[in-house]
């Protein structure tokens, strides 16, 4: 059976998306971005998709190819009430009215989207059904572990995570000699900060992943709990960049010394969000230089995982934990494990 899905959103990862759809048996009843789109419950047909895909890459609204607005909102959910599917959510906006009346007509869910799984604790039990695999770890089957373990009757009590690609490659510059300041400048020349790295160096996304992990485990905590040490002031997101990155230059003393103390323990120093029963924690620890942690490449996340089975010789999972095609291989995981309870 082709896997009939609507996609909300339609941004790098959508885009990822519709273009590997071309090859797989993915059958698509809507595409929609900010703007509006298109919806056809006798899905899109692969011309059409193809042409929305390159009009899009030009920069044109789905709004402008398809229906405008709340039209295109309304035919969704039209949709959702009239077939089943797939409800596969690529926008960073708290969609979450949409994702519980996709639920409650009787469609899966699949998000990359962080934002509807960091809302009160009993939303996300709502969500539960959901598959997020993509919202830590991108493609990493991160959650598809944690799940089976539990699963399996496994207790996890510790899980170490490497998860920011753009600030495991900071560290790792500074730790080759790079002043703090320039090693960001140089991520952003290569691309691997958001457009204000002020965003990255908050810490605010790796926070969600903590919680989203956390809660993953049973654990109903609250964003506001997670203990957050920022590489950079969050008022910092409003300062114009060049002024931000300016300002970064007063850190870059400090956190040298940081990495001396640390290197004279024959340590290193490496972001980390930790998840354990006492909560979330995430900020600057001092790692051995030969542990999993810090001896990620390049953008690469590492998560280590230490249960009751796996104890003293931690579970380690690694690879590229961000970018369109590894979220891809992530939401693809979800599509084809919850379209096999379609219809049931
Ligand atoms: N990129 C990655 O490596 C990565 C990795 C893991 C998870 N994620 C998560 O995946 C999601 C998508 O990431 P991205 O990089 O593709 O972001 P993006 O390029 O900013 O795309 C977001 C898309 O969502 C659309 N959108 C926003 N609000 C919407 C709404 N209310 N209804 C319908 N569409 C809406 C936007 O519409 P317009 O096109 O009209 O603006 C855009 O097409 C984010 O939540 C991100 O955190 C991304």
Request: contains cysteine; hydrophobic residues 45%.
């Amino acid at each position: 059976m082709r896997v009939p899905l609507v996609l909300l959103g339609c941004g790098r990862v959508g885009q990822a998306l519709l273009e590997e759809a071309a090859s797989l048996d993915l059958q698509f009843l809507g595409v929609l971005d900010s703007t509006g789109g298109v919806v056809d419950g006798g899905g899109i047909p692969q011309g059409r998709l193809s042409q929305l895909l390159s009009r899009k890459r030009e920069g044109v609204a789905l709004g402008e190819l398809g229906v405008p607005g709340e039209g295109a909102t309304s035919a969704l959910l039209a949709l959702l009430r009239e077939r089943r599917g797939l409800l596969v959510d690529v926008t960073a906006a708290d969609t979450r009215p949409f994702l519980f009346s996709a639920l409650e007509a009787g469609w899966g869910v699949v998000l990359a989207n962080k934002l509807p799984l960091v809302g009160p604790w009993e939303d996300f039990r709502r969500l539960s059904s959901v598959g997020y695999e993509a919202t830590v770890g991108a493609g990493i089957p991160l959650i598809t572990t944690l799940k089976a373990l539990l699963g399996s009757g496994d207790e996890v009590h510790l899980i170490q995570g490497g998860l920011s690609g753009t600030l495991g490659f900071l560290l790792a510059e500074v730790e080759r000699g790079e002043a703090f300041s320039q090693a960001v400048r140089r991520a952003m020349a290569r691309g691997y900060t958001e457009p204000h790295p002020a965003e990255d160096l908050s810490g605010a996304d790796l926070a969600r992943k903590g919680l989203i992990l956390a809660r993953t485990l049973g654990l109903p905590l609250e964003l506001e709990e997670v203990e957050l040490e920022p590489l950079a002031s969050p008022a910092g997101r409003g300062l114009p960049v060049e002024g931000f990155l300016q300002g970064l230059r007063a850190q870059d003393a400090e956190l040298r010394r940081r990495l001396e103390g640390a290197k004279r323990r024959g340590l290193t120093l490496r972001y980390v969000v930790e998840v354990s029963s006492a909560g979330v924690r995430a900020g600057l620890r001092e790692v051995d230089r030969k542990s999993p942690l810090a001896r990620a490449q390049g953008v690469e996340n590492v998560v280590v995982i230490n249960t009751r089975r796996f104890k003293g010789h931690p579970l380690v999972l690694a690879g590229p934990g961000a970018g369109p095609a590894s979220t891809c291989a992530g939401l693809l995981l979800d599509i084809f494990r919850l379209a096999r309870t379609l219809g049931r």
